[in-house]
Structures are given as structure tokens and as C-alpha cells.
Antibody, heavy 121, light 110 residues
Framework: QLQLQESGPGLVMPSQTLSLTCTVSGGSFSTNDYYWIWVRQPAGKGLEWIGRIYSRGSSAYNPSLKSRITMSVDTSKNQFSLKLSSVTAADTAVYYC?????????????WGRGTLVTVSS | QSVLTQPPSVSAAPGQKVTISCSGSNSNIGTYYVSWYQQVPGTAPRLLIYDDHERPSGIPDRFSGSKSDTSATLDITGLQTGDEAHYYCGTWDTTLSGPVFGGGTKLTVL
């Protein structure tokens, strides 16, 4: 059974860079049938797509965050990562990673349990 | 403000049926498959419906999805107290060139 687990600091200083890693286990990571994604959810609010990446490395980002995002993959470790620079309090949220079905289907399953990142001094 | 529009809340009694709507446009729902997610507070979203109306293994047939033009619907029959959660619709959007979600609907089972 495929599982995803987010990891990274729970507290980030304003103007610094938020760095998270998602580790995939129990299934195939290097596949063209799926891609990998980051989604965030501020407290009491809805879901926001951050960015997506294929295991071969091609990526795309939410235009509203694009200038601050870098995503990468490490196929040797079955991991993909997110870096969000110049963070502010508005970036405080629970961050989820998930697998997404490709080829036009675009459903998210499974999701990681999520990790709360707080931006504060 | 979310790209897809959902009612903020719905409620019904145990055993009853509830319908949650999700409204979009030709750049998203009108062109792409819709999926639905259940999120119990404090937990990650769980896939309920994919490809408009398909259920993953393990999802009861009390949950069903449909789509017409630029709107999608999630029906839940035989409501149980354990169904209390937030429900989100999701799809792809051509303008964003990425996935979009509804704002979520809180289901209360009275």
C-alpha cells in the first residue's frame, strides 16, 4: 500500500525559506502514470495547489506562488521536495503531499498526513 | 475565493440523503474529470469519487457522484454520524494549468 510522509521544520522565520520533503513508500515512485503534488490548507480554510512534479523532474507551479517555489525529486530516495522562499505569516498552513493520477484524470490518492508549518518570529 | 463554488454547509438527519453541489466553468468542470474528497477535521483528505462518478475500493455505494455541463454533484444516502466532515470537489483548470478545488462544504448530521 502506497504511503506518503511529509517531513520538515514546523516553524520558519519570516522572510526565510520553507523546506519540506515527501517520502514515498510501499509502491512505485518512478512512473509516468502519476505525478506528485504539494497542497496546503490554512487553518479553517480550503485547499490550495502549490506545485506538481513528475518523477523525471518536469514541474509546474501555481502562478500565484511561482516566483517563490522550487520543487525537485530524488528518485534514489523516492522523495520529492518543496522550497518556498520569502515566507510570511500568510504561508502558515498544513502542507500535504499527494500522488495524482496523470493522463487527464487528476485525482489525488493517497495523501500524506500533512505537516503544520508556522511562519513566525 | 475558490475557483469552484460549493455551499458552505449542508445538514440532514441520520438515514436521510444529502446533495453537495460544485459549480465551475468550461475551463475546468466542463472539460475535465471531477473528484471528491472527504476530510474529517484534523486528518488528511480522502478520495471518495474520481472520474466524475467512480468509487475507489472501500468507499461505500452510499456515496455517488455525477456531472452535467459545468456542475458536479456528490450524493450521500443513508447518512451516518460518521459522515460528518468537510467535502471538497476538485478538477483541473485550463487557465491555472493545474488542479483547483472548491471551498469545501461542511456536512452536519443532525
Amino acid at each position: 500500500q502506497l504511503q506518503l510522509q511529509e517531513s520538515g521544520p514546523g516553524l520558519v522565520m519570516p522572510s526565510q525559506t520553507l523546506s519540506l520533503t515527501c517520502t514515498v513508500s510501499g509502491g512505485s515512485f518512478s512512473t509516468n502514470d502519476y505525478y506528485w503534488i504539494w497542497v496546503r490548507q490554512p487553518a479553517g480554510k480550503g485547499l490550495e495547489w502549490i506545485g506538481r512534479i513528475y518523477s523525471r523532474g518536469s514541474s509546474a507551479y501555481n502562478p500565484s506562488l511561482k516566483s517563490r517555489i522550487t520543487m525537485s525529486v530524488d528518485t534514489s530516495k523516492n522523495q520529492f521536495s518543496l522550497k518556498l522562499s520569502s515566507v510570511t505569516a500568510a504561508d502558515t498552513a498544513v502542507y500535504y503531499c499527494a500522488r495524482v493520477s496523470a493522463a487527464g484524470h487528476n485525482w489525488f490518492d493517497p495523501w500524506g498526513r500533512g505537516t503544520l508549518v508556522t511562519v513566525s518570529s | 475565493q475558490s475557483v469552484l463554488t460549493q455551499p458552505p454547509s449542508v445538514s440532514a438527519a441520520p438515514g436521510q440523503k444529502v446533495t453537495i453541489s460544485c459549480s465551475g466553468s468550461n475551463s475546468n468542470i466542463g472539460t475535465y474529470y471531477v473528484s471528491w474528497y472527504q476530510q474529517v477535521p484534523g486528518t488528511a483528505p480522502r478520495l471518495l469519487i474520481y472520474d466524475d462518478h467512480e468509487r475507489p475500493s472501500g468507499i461505500p455505494d452510499r456515496f455517488s457522484g455525477s456531472k452535467s455541463d459545468t456542475s458536479a454533484t456528490l450524493d450521500i444516502t443513508g447518512l451516518q454520524t460518521g459522515d460528518e466532515a468537510h467535502y471538497y470537489c476538485g478538477t483541473w483548470d485550463t487557465t491555472l494549468s493545474g488542479p483547483v478545488f472548491g471551498g469545501g462544504t461542511k456536512l452536519t448530521v443532525l
